[in-house]
């Protein structure tokens, strides 16, 4: 496969440009979203003109917001990957610099993301002030303010979050996605009692419609941004044996980790599509590669992270270990049930990648810091790496 090398193996942004590039990626970000709040304003008065609106129910001011809201997130989001992406002067360019089909899976799992973020904090905040408000309706004036409101932080989010996105930064946003959209899925489940069989139950029509569609949607959407997170991780460490090879130390073999975190986000992706009830045997090998290509990637961490600190290779031991615990006390021992451990398993998978990603990080700083030590990179957001790229 290709390698394209950049100017420099790492280069890393001086302090007066990163602040003009942060006050450009604000200033950019307010334009949008003053876009955006404009066109909600000729949106609600047609949508809630001559009615007194609810703020959440079928038909309310919360499930307008959340739809427009989502589109103004990811068309945001849109917006600033493409002026981050720019070949000669983006502090993303990297991206294109590979198969095209690789950003535009990292462009679409990026712009889901942020639109289905948006949709369920405005459903989930409207929802919570109708409670709180019981009975409150308003007119169409107040229900424009707050539509525009509503879509003015969803923009503002949407674009200056994806202009400077991060490995660090996508991780944040696919966790706090996968915790809002399983919560959903649990209160959603017409079937209160779901939990006494599997966690995967929500993935089927017999938790209710509504938390199938939300459970399986969610799953689906985060093995796209995990695969994309493999993309930004792994551009990191492309710095990293970069610097490595410069000390003419041993490198690491950084495609494993990429290909056991797309072969994971494969499973996610598999196990979705495929719920428990439509083949068990099928559903159940995806969660079976996605533990043991985990546990592969846990055991070989100083192969294709040679260099790290010490803490780096424990904590992936340990984890290796609270993952063969979880599983032991579902069989043999009996102590709970498949629910349990599955959550136990998600808990131990995404606390090991912000482990893994911070560290990533500090890595990655300590070496722009090193070769650029007049630059003063006060935000790590905003430095550019640009190590070979697949």
């Known amino acids: 496969m290709r390698k394209i090398e950049s100017e420099s193996e790492t280069s890393a942004v001086p302090g007066e440009r990163m602040r003009k590039s942060a006050a450009r990626v604000e200033s950019r970000a307010i334009w949008v979203s003053i876009s955006f709040a404009a066109v909600a304003v000729v949106i609600g008065l047609i949508t809630f003109s001559g009615r007194l609106t609810p703020l959440s129910a079928n038909y309310s001011v919360g499930t307008v917001a959340g739809v427009t809201a989502g589109i103004a997130a990811g ?19 990297w991206m294109r610099h590979r198969f095209w089909g690789w950003w535009l899976v990292d462009f679409i799992g990026l712009i889901i993301i942020h639109g289905a973020i948006a949709t369920l904090a405005s459903l989930s905040t409207f929802r919570l002030f109708q409670q709180a408000f019981q009975g409150l309706v308003v007119d ?53 009692y779901w939990w006494h069989r599997f966690f995967s139950e929500l993935g089927t029509r017999q938790a209710g419609v509504l938390s199938f569609w939300t459970f399986n949607t ?17 551009q990191d460490l492309y710095t990293w044996t970069a610097h490595r090879r410069r000390q003419g130390k041993r490198q690491g073999f950084v495609r494993m980790l ?13 196990l979705s599509l495929v719920s428990i009830h439509i083949n068990d045997p099928i559903h159940t090998s995806f969660v079976q590669i996605l533990a043991v290509t985990f546990g592969i990637l846990l055991l070989s961490a100083p192969l294709w992270l040679p260099g ?6 424990v ?26 451990l599955e959550l136990a398993f998600a808990g131990i998978i995404f606390a ?9 990080d500090g890595m ?12 003063q990179p006060e935000n790590h957001e905003y430095t550019t790496t640009e190590g070979a790229a697949p």
Request: hydrophobic share 55%; aromatic share 8%; proline share 3%.
């Open 75 to 93: 068309a945001s989001a849109m917006l600033g990957l493409i002026i981050a992406t720019k070949p000669q002067q983006g502090s993303l360019r």
């Open 140 to 192: 169409a004036i107040a229900a424009t303010v707050m539509l525009c409101l509503a879509c003015a932080a969803a923009a503002y989010f949407g674009f200056s979050s994806a202009s400077r996105v991060s490995a660090a930064s996508i991780s944040t946003l696919l966790a706090l996605f996968m915790a809002a959209g399983v919560l959903a899925s649990m209160l959603l489940a017409e079937n209160p």
């Open 218 to 234: 969610t799953i689906t959407v985060s093995g796209i941004v995990l695969t994309t997170l493999a993309n930004f991780i792994t």
């Open 258 to 270: 990429k290909g056991g975190m797309i072969v994971m986000g494969i499973c996610m992706i598999g």
């Open 308 to 313: 790290a600190p010490a803490a780096m290779y």
């Open 315 to 340: 904590i992936s031991y340990l984890m290796l270990g609270l993952s063969i615990l979880a599983a032991a006390l579902w069989k043999p021992l009996g102590y709970y049930n498949l629910t349990a």
């Open 352 to 360: 090991w990648l912000v482990v893994l990603i911070r560290t990533v």
């Open 364 to 375: 990655i700083f300590d070496v722009t810091r090193q070769q650029h030590p007049d630059s």
